[in-house]
């Protein structure tokens, strides 16, 4: 499984795998949308693309890397070695270089 190299691929990847839950109804940027990202998260907390949000015509993509198996998607990675694998990520760090 390769990493996603984009916002938009993992959007399209989790509408492909039917994770994202998409609200089409017009809803209000300020209560309204924070109100159902938070019940959202606490019946499966699955991510969120509301696609009429009132005073803006760009969708709003919410609590996208909320779930593990979401995360270990986008890195290219199985969600039982995702741990594992940020633990060697963050010891393999290079030293930082300062420069003038």
Known sequence: MAALTSFRDLIDALKRSGTLRTVSRAVDPRYELIAVMR?????????LLF??????????????????DVLAMALGLEPRSLLPALVAQEAAQLEPVTVA
């Open 51 to 68: 696609g009429n949000v009132a005073g803006t015509t760009a969708p709003v993509a919410t609590n996208i890397l909320g779930r593990r």
């Open 39 to 47: 019940a959202v998260q606490k019946a499966g907390n699955e991510p």
